[in-house]
């Protein structure tokens, strides 16, 4: 008994530092991944309900940590994007903000903004060039709407 209980014991060692090693690979790709981009977004997908808002961010590589200027450019993908939502954003970036971390942003779903997904396209220029470039999936959901529906359905 004492001898199963041992055998029990090392197959689980064994497997739980697998699933360590495995687990440790993936996060090192994805880290990898991530030094070879110029600018990263904190979240690439999105989901409000109306008259909600969620903040993310936009973080620029800088190697050689001086002043440097960056203008953004930011492309609606879908149809529609400015009578739905409305992001709030920053006209110019430098190389001060990026020291701090990365710049904030907002995305605000509008009270009579149609339920459906939308698509940003976020460009980051320097000196008048592709530097990077990420996409962010916003999607507007109908939830509140929803539970609104379903409390009416219940009193009546």
């Known amino acids: 008994m004492k001898k199963n209980n041992k055998r029990r014991m090392l197959l689980l060692a ?37 008259l909600q808002n969620e903040d993310f961010y936009l973080g620029i590589k800088n190697n050689y940590e001086k002043e440097q200027e960056f203008s953004l450019v930011i492309k609606c993908l879908t149809d529609n994007c400015e009578n739905n939502l409305v992001l709030q954003t920053f006209p110019s970036i430098g190389i001060e903000a990026n020291k701090n971390g990365a710049f904030p942003m907002r995305i605000n779903a509008l009270e009579d903004a149609q339920k459906s997904e939308y698509q940003y396209e976020f460009d980051v220029m320097k000196n008048d060039e592709l530097y990077g470039q990420e996409r962010l999936t916003v999607v507007v959901t109908g939830a509140v709407e929803e539970m609104k529906k379903e409390l009416v359905q219940r009193i009546n």
Do not use: A, P
């Not at 790709?29 to 979240?43: A, D």
């Open 14 to 50: 064994i497997f739980t530092s697998f699933v360590l090693i495995i687990s440790g690979c993936g996060e090192r790709i994805e880290t990898e991944e991530l030094e070879e981009k110029n600018i990263v977004l904190s979240r690439n997908l999105i989901e409000l309900d109306r």
